[in-house]
């Protein structure tokens, strides 16, 4: 079985006044530290999904394989969809779907979601302190469905509130943090 890895780094980065996939934290592009612990955590291939700058983006990191969402700007929908797509010709069982603007996600939340795909888990998705986050595992049949369900700033979400027989909860408190980047001020308290 192999387990894919989708990072979202589409976003034009509204409220931090540029694209995320450009901010480097500990001198690393946001970008490449996503995809790193997305391969780092089992996943094989590990896509990443860009839109805004995405000429500039590819330029600077050092990136695996990339979907180019032309209809990014209508949001984070737009970049699961992207991405689901371009893995549907690859010969894997399921994705974990990462946030570039997630730095704190460690390796092994990736892992343990990898293994509880495994274990038979349909969907699973990261928690901390019992609260569900990212990332998010999604098994292969789940993926028009998911699609389907996402518009707007909403990835997965909508489809695992509807399905949650098939959501396996997989605590993750002890392998990171969720913290997410939105603003300079994020970056500067998380740095």
Known sequence: MSVAGL?????????????KALIALEGELLVERGARVLHEGGCAPVVVALGAQADQVQALASLPEVVVVTDWESGMGASLRAGLRALEAR????CVVALADQPRVGAQAVARLVAAHAAGAVAAVAT??????NPVLL??????AVAAAA???VGARDWLRAHPA???QVPCEDTGSPFDIDTPADLEALA
């Open 166 to 168: 098939l959501v396996t």
């Open 139 to 144: 098994d292969r049949r789940t993926w028009v």
């Open 7 to 19: 990072l979202l780094a589409a976003g034009g980065g509204r409220r931090f006044g540029s694209p």
């Open 151 to 153: 518009h707007g700033d």
């Open 128 to 133: 901390y302190d019992g609260v569900a986050r």
């Open 91 to 94: 010969d894997v069982t399921a």
